[in-house]
């Protein structure tokens, strides 16, 4: 059974660091052949995708409100894709998903995505 879990989200002042985690299973030969997409959904607002790490690690891609303070690494040996996020903002507030697919997408709408169950990362004083 193919699985992607979340976690390390909490609540987190502003100006905290936080890191997600994004540990796949059951993926056929691992999940090192699959591009990795971090998104977003803040209440009533729409999923937002954030960042993206290709397969072997070796390109990222970043959404203009991720660049600078958020950044996307995996480690295949241990099957987890890893969002490091920092000087959070109140705005960050939103449920963080891991997604995989075989290639990362310049419209992450585009892609035929697998998903994860989601971590609550809120933002708060």
């Known amino acids: 059974q193919v699985q992607l879990v979340e976690s390390g989200g909490g609540l987190v002042q502003p100006g905290d660091s936080v890191r997600l985690s994004c540990v796949g299973s059951?993926?056929?030969?691992?999940?090192?052949?699959?591009?990795i997409a971090w998104f977003r959904q803040a209440p009533g607002k729409e999923r937002e995708g954030i960042s993206c790490?290709?397969?072997?690690?070796?390109?990222?891609y970043y959404s203009d409100s991720a660049k600078g303070r958020f950044t996307i690494s995996r480690d295949n040996a241990k099957n987890t894709v890893y969002l490091q996020m920092n000087n959070l903002k109140p705005e960050d507030t939103a449920v963080y998903y891991c997604?995989?697919?075989?290639?990362?997408?310049?419209?992450?709408?585009?892609?035929?995505?697998?998903w994860g169950q989601g971590t609550q990362v809120t933002v708060s004083s």
């Open positions: 059951g993926f056929t030969l691992g999940l090192g052949l699959y591009a």
């Open positions: 997604a995989a697919e075989l290639i990362c997408y310049s419209d992450y709408e585009r892609g035929s995505w697998h």
């Open positions: 790490i290709s397969s072997r690690g070796d390109v990222t």
